[in-house]
């Protein structure tokens, strides 16, 4: 069974850090682009950052110098580096795995929730 975890929510003040983590199941971790996406109260679910299974990384506009995705392949662990928190950060984040090899699939975490509040 494949299972996404993240840990490292909470409550944070603006201008603050938190370090987001998403413990995959190894049968999917290596053949996987991983990503993290968000979803605010009222509002569609949007990427925040991608990374591939080379080490390539894609993030929003809007997290763009303050967030770092990162991958440790012998870990089965992705990271989120979230600096620099706007309250606009506060939403659910959400692991996810896209797996490249055949057949396609995608997997979703729980979420955890981020909240920027002073």
């Known amino acids: 069974q494949v299972q996404l975890v993240e840990s490292g929510g909470g409550l944070v003040q603006p201008g603050g850090s938190l370090r987001l983590s998403c413990a995959a199941s190894?049968?999917?971790?290596?053949?996987?682009?991983m990503g993290w996406y968000r979803q605010a109260p009222g509002k569609q679910r949007e990427l925040v950052a991608t990374?591939?299974?080379?080490?390539?990384?894609n993030y929003a506009d809007s997290v763009k110098g303050r967030f770092t995705i990162s991958r440790d392949n012998a870990n089965n662990t992705e990271y989120l580096q979230m600096n620099s928190l706007k309250p606009e950060d506060t939403a659910v984040y959400y692991c996810?795995?896209?797996?490249?090899?055949?057949?396609?699939?995608?997997?979703w975490g729980q979420g955890t929730q981020v909240t920027v509040s002073s």
């Open positions: 990374i591939t299974t080379g080490g390539s990384t």
């Open positions: 190894a049968t999917i971790f290596s053949i996987s682009t």
């Open positions: 996810n795995a896209r797996k490249v090899t055949f057949p396609p699939r995608t997997y």
